[in-house]
């Protein structure tokens, strides 16, 4: 569980968090929403530290790592997956040197100790077989698994994705939302999913945290979301929503019109 109390971040003299506290359980898929801007970004960064809020406490199961020396912090990186937005794969390396990357910096183990950890998390995300392969010759798809292959390699106890499911088409994004919340669940990890795509917050949203303009306005399910009464969420969640659906027509159709709001 990761446990945010009062945390505070500001630029130059301009607050962007204002003393947002929330918790991420353990074993849900925790996502945190908002417009451009909002300052979940800047949570975010917080939470695998990126960044140092002015104030606050960022707590990993009682530990925080707001104030923690490098040594402490770098223990605690071992225990966190990553998942970048554009993949952020290696273009030398095959697939399977991708994922056994985070074991050659992080483990004494031998090569072949590594290349069976990283075979086992390919097959995982259904990528037995592409081992040789390297990213060029992959789908976005395919790049994604990869990522989250590397980012369990580790047995991390949290898990960080930002926009996971950036670029990809709606039936892929669904793959890789099913894919994220299984892992969760089988693993028991924290995962912790910055979104804009509306698709995996009403697929896969156990834990919802809103960010409005540095605030955390709201929190809640998937269940709970279509009955808030916070009139920014609304606006979020509508506005968002009939723009994918507007995206999905035009994907689907060689001379679309687009329906009427």
């Known amino acids: 569980m990761i446990e945010v109390k009062d945390v505070t971040k500001s630029f130059d003299g301009r607050t962007v968090l204002h003393g947002v506290s929330a918790t991420f359980h353990t074993g849900k898929t925790n996502l945190i929403i908002g417009q451009s801007g909002s300052g979940k970004t800047v949570l975010m960064k917080s939470l695998v530290g990126l960044m140092t809020p002015e104030q606050g406490q960022i707590l990993f199961d009682g530990r925080d790592i707001i104030g923690m020396d490098q040594n402490r912090v770098k223990e605690l990186r071992k225990e966190i997956g990553m998942l970048f937005q554009g993949s952020a794969l290696f273009d030398s390396e095959t697939v399977l040197g991708n994922v056994m990357f985070p074991l050659k910096m992080f483990t004494r183990q031998s090569y072949g100790e590594m290349r069976d950890r990283a075979m086992f998390c390919l097959e995982r995300v259904n990528l037995k077989g592409a081992e040789d392969k390297f990213p060029s010759e992959i789908s976005g798809g395919m790049q994604k698994r990869v990522a ?59 834990n919802i945290i809103f960010i409005n303009k540095g605030h955390r306005e709201w929190v809640g399910d998937m269940t709970q979301i279509y009955n808030t009464t916070n009139e920014a969420l609304n606006d979020f969640v509508f506005a968002t929503r009939l723009f994918q659906q507007v995206r999905e027509y035009v994907a689907s159709h060689e001379s679309p019109t687009p329906p009427r709001p």
């Open 148 to 206: 989250i292959a590397r980012a369990i390699a580790l047995n991390p106890k949290y898990l960080f994705c930002d926009e996971p499911n950036s670029g990809l088409d709606p039936k892929t994004s669904i793959v890789i939302d099913e894919l994220l919340s299984d892992i969760t669940h089988e693993y028991n990890i924290t995962t912790v999913i910055n979104t804009h795509d509306m698709n995996s917050v009403l697929g896969i949203g156990e």
